[in-house]
C-alpha cells in the first residue's frame, strides 16, 4: 500500500454548488431529513442563519448550521459523513461553531440533541454545553425528547480555558485519513475511534 499524503482539511461557509452532498450526507445521517429545499431557503433567504461545510481537499464530508439572534447562538444541525467519523471531524466543526459564535458576538450557544444520542452529548459536553431541559416528543420521525444543551458565557474564563485546551488538542491530532485507507489499515490492525466524536451529531 502506497501511503497518501496528509489530507488537507478546511471549514468554510456552505455554496448551493455544495448542496447535492450536504442532502447525501442529511440523508445517511438522519431518520427524518430536512426537505430537500431547506438549505436553499436558508442560505437565500435566512439572515440569522450561517451554514458550514467541512472540506477535506475538495471533498464535503461534514456541515452544519446555526442561527444567531440577538446574543444567542443556536446550532441548528450537525453532521459529518459516516465514512468520514470518528476522526475528531466533528469535532473541529463544533469548534468553528464556537469561534464564529464568539466573532458575532453571542453570550451563549446552545443546541438539541436527542436524548438517545449518546456520543453526541458527550462530545457538547466536552466543549462545554450542559443540560437545561428537554423539548417533549421534539423529533417528528419517532416523538423522541429532545435535550436542551447550552453553554456558559463564551468568553468567560471557564470557556475561554476550555476551547483554548481543546483547541490544542486538535491541533496536536492527526491529519483525517481517506476512508479507503483507513479500511485497509482495519483490515491489518484494530483503529480505535475517538468515543466523543458523534454519529451524527443531531443537533
Excluded: C
Amino acid at each position: 500500500m502506497v501511503a497518501r499524503p496528509p489530507l488537507r482539511l478546511r471549514i468554510e461557509p456552505m455554496r448551493i454548488e455544495d448542496l447535492v452532498v450536504v442532502h447525501a450526507i442529511e440523508r445517511a445521517s438522519f431518520a427524518a431529513p430536512w426537505p430537500a429545499n431547506a438549505y436553499r431557503s436558508e442560505l437565500e433567504t435566512n439572515r440569522l442563519a450561517h451554514y458550514l461545510v467541512v472540506r477535506v481537499e475538495e471533498e464535503v464530508v461534514g456541515y452544519g448550521g446555526m442561527w444567531l439572534m440577538v446574543d444567542e447562538a443556536h446550532i441548528t444541525t450537525f453532521a459529518i459523513h459516516p465514512a468520514w467519523r470518528r476522526q475528531r471531524i466533528g469535532e473541529q466543526l463544533l469548534l468553528a461553531f464556537l469561534d464564529l459564535a464568539i466573532d458575532r458576538r453571542a453570550r451563549e450557544a446552545t443546541l438539541e440533541v436527542r436524548l438517545s444520542n449518546l456520543p453526541a452529548r458527550r462530545l457538547y459536553e466536552k466543549y462545554g454545553f450542559k443540560p437545561v431541559g428537554l423539548r417533549p416528543r421534539y423529533y417528528s420521525d419517532d416523538g423522541e425528547d429532545a435535550l436542551i444543551m447550552t453553554t456558559e458565557a463564551l468568553t468567560g474564563p471557564v470557556m475561554n480555558e476550555r476551547i483554548a485546551r481543546l483547541r490544542a488538542e486538535l491541533d496536536a491530532s492527526p491529519a483525517p485519513e481517506h476512508p479507503d485507507d483507513r479500511g485497509e489499515r482495519q483490515g491489518a490492525v484494530e483503529i480505535p475511534g475517538d468515543p466523543d466524536d458523534p454519529d451524527g451529531g443531531e443537533a
